[in-house]
């Protein structure tokens, strides 16, 4: 609904300056006619109503080429620009001004014409070398301003392992993070590296359909993240250029961030913990949080195939945990009440064993 809303309106907008645009060509076509008729020495009417209707005609489909759809272009990049990158980018269009008019004065003692070019030449090319100065180098020129505030999502001091966490492609397009994020329980920033972001990129576009799905997710999951979730979420553009594989780069990162990962990713949660970097597994959480059974208990669960014991039925509870019930294969498809024997613990999650 919000969307049809948008686009009703933004194509009403460019309605607007179509018919604006088409007006104003109109009018300046049909003063050119005019005096490309004096010029002929010929009767006017015919030139200014024929400049008129090509005038109004160019307009009404130029203008939008040259009004609302650059700056539709020119909003979308900024949305999906990083703010450090849209920083850079302003800090250097300042400093490029700034020097540009340290030399205004000089250049204005210049002879015709260059006192009125070489100002605006220079303020050109001085604003175009100070943005790609710093946007070349804003991850140095950010590690440098960070420093100073030990504090900050982005800093380096003792504090930053209390307020960024960063995030893996797995934890991602696993989905559950957007639902823990709603409870509260998460404090601080969830930090996503554009390394990652251009990995969700790389499997939405796969041509294996599972792995697009999987990406697709992943990239709405990161939507949800930034636009629905209490607690704030940012892309940076902190990487590690020594290292090339997404895993090592996000444990180095971690390294230099003082902040723990995280993950679903078992060999990441490995490689990480061996390197002294803190591991937030969803996996974990998830059985830490199921219900507890003792021996002796009474559960309900339906029966909905054989196990792997002679005899033997299986069930699963309402968090995913897998109930082996003994003699339960003459049980199938039905809901019974069992009582549990035994509760084990597994790498691959908790399993109940009970019997009628």
């Not at 009417?45 to 109004?56: K, S, T």
């Not at 302003?90 to 000089?106: C, D, R, T």
Request: proline letters at 4%.
């Amino acid at each position: 609904m919000g969307h049809r809303k948008n686009t009703a309106m933004s194509f009403s907008v460019e309605f607007i300056f179509r018919i604006i645009g088409a007006i104003i060509a109109a009018v300046a076509a049909t003063i050119g006619g005019i005096q490309f008729a004096h010029w002929l020495e010929t009767a006017p009417d015919a030139y200014a109503i024929i400049f008129g209707l090509v005038g109004f005609l160019t307009g009404l489909i130029l203008t939008p080429y040259l009004t609302t759809r650059p700056l539709r272009a020119i909003r979308r990049q900024l949305s999906h620009m990083s703010a450090g990158r849209l920083t850079a980018i302003i800090a250097g269009i300042f400093l490029g001004l700034v020097a540009a008019a340290l030399l205004s004065l000089p250049l204005s003692l210049l002879p015709a014409p260059f006192r009125q070019i070489m100002p605006l030449a220079t303020a050109v090319i001085f604003c175009y070398l100070s943005v790609i100065i710093l946007t070349t180098r804003q991850n140095d020129l950010q590690s440098l301003f960070n420093s100073f505030r030990p504090g900050s999502v982005e800093g380096l001091g003792e504090k930053t392992s209390d307020t960024v966490i960063l995030l893996d492609t797995s934890v991602i397009i696993d989905g559950r993070v957007a639902d823990i994020s709603q409870t509260g329980f998460i404090q601080g920033t969830l930090l996503i590296p554009n390394f990652v972001l251009f990995e969700l990129q790389h499997i939405a576009d796969s041509a294996d359909a599972m792995r697009r799905n999987r990406g697709r997710r992943g990239l709405e999951i990161l939507s949800i993240l930034q636009n629905e979730a209490p607690i704030p979420t940012r892309i940076t553009d902190m990487d590690v250029s020594e290292v090339r594989d997404v895993d090592s780069k996000l444990v180095s990162l971690a390294r230099h961030l003082r902040c723990p990962i995280m993950t679903n990713d078992y060999n990441l949660n490995r490689v990480a913990e061996i390197q002294g970097v803190t591991v937030l597994n969803i996996n974990d959480l998830a059985n830490a949080v199921k219900a507890i059974f003792l021996p002796g208990e009474e559960i309900m669960v339906k029966i909905i195939q054989e196990g792997r014991e002679l005899g033997q039925g299986v069930g699963y509870l309402d968090d995913g945990t897998m109930v082996v019930v003994e003699e339960g294969r003459k049980l199938i498809n039905s809901t019974r009440n069992v009582t549990v024997t035994k509760v084990l613990q597994t790498a691959a999650g908790r399993m109940i064993f009970a019997k009628p």
